[in-house]
């Protein structure tokens, strides 16, 4: 059974950093691209990053790019989430998710990763 465990999350000021982490149990890690996803208060989730298998390839939101970094550690099974100055309008709960298809027109959609975290909450106050 595919587990995904979100950790890092809290309360920060605008501004400041978070990591947040991903350890992944259940599947063959290293042959998955991992995502993070975001969802605030009344909007749909979001695409925010993701990582291929290899960890060689990085896919950014717009919205963050420049200011969050996604990372692997395959041998630990866990995926990370680097974010740096934080914004007020980054307040949401986070996501991870993991797929093993390599269908790059699809990495931003939600729809293509069939396993969730149970997401981790950040808010980011002005």
């Known amino acids: 059974q595919v587990q995904l465990v979100e950790s890092g999350g809290g309360l920060v000021q605008a501004g400041e950093g978070l990591r947040l982490s991903c350890a992944a149990s259940?599947?063959?890690?290293?042959?998955?691209?991992m995502g993070w996803f975001r969802q605030a208060p009344g909007k749909e989730r979001e695409f925010v990053a993701a990582i291929r298998r290899n960890g060689g390839y990085t896919y950014y939101a717009d919205s963050v790019k420049g200011r969050f970094t996604i990372s692997r550690d395959n041998a630990q099974n866990t995926v990370y989430l680097e974010m740096d100055s934080l914004r007020p309008e980054d307040t949401a709960v986070y996501y991870c998710?993991?797929?093993?298809?390599?269908?790059?027109?699809?990495?931003?959609?939600?729809?293509?990763?069939?396993?969730w975290g149970q997401g981790t909450q950040v808010t980011v106050s002005s």
């Open positions: 998710a993991a797929t093993n298809r390599e269908i790059l027109s699809t990495i931003r959609i939600s729809t293509a990763y069939p396993h």
């Open positions: 259940g599947l063959a890690f290293r042959t998955y691209t």
